[in-house]
């Protein structure tokens, strides 16, 4: 058995959705650049085959939706701190969030529910479908601890790098 308790604060929040958000900036760009060179070519030429540059407003309105939304939950994150205590057993472990001293609820997780796992330097991810996760602060354990965790979780640690 292994407990443990990961602070969940804007920190944890931000490594979650680092991909995501670069992904979207990098849409926001390429879409911003497209709809300038529609505008500029679409003004100067005026023939048919400008408007193909049109279709960069797709990039352009997804990166810029995620970035709008990313931000929401980072500045909505800020200020509120939440702690998950873990207890992790044989074949479930139970989750129970704590914020200002309140229960905010518990739960227990079969491993057989989890999605994936994914472990990164300072967190483990307990993902339960593609959109959320449970965050582990892998800093918080001793090297017992968190060797048993990877057996539970079935992580192989020479994928992980």
Known sequence: MVECET??????????????????IIALIIGSIGLVAYLVLGS????????IFLIFAFPFAFGLIYV????KNYKALSG????NCYVFEETSFNVTTIQNDNNMGSSQVPYSNIYKCK???????????KNSAFPIDKRRLKEDQLIELRNLLKINQQNNK
Do not use: P
């Open 7 to 24: 602070v969940i604060d804007i920190k944890v929040q931000k490594k979650l959705t680092k991909k995501t958000y670069i992904a979207s």
């Open 80 to 83: 509120k701190v939440m702690v």
């Open 119 to 129: 472990e990164m330097d300072d967190y483990i991810f307990i993902y339960l479908n």
């Open 44 to 51: 100067l030429i005026n023939e048919f085959w400008t408007e």
């Open 68 to 71: 709008i939304t990313l931000r």
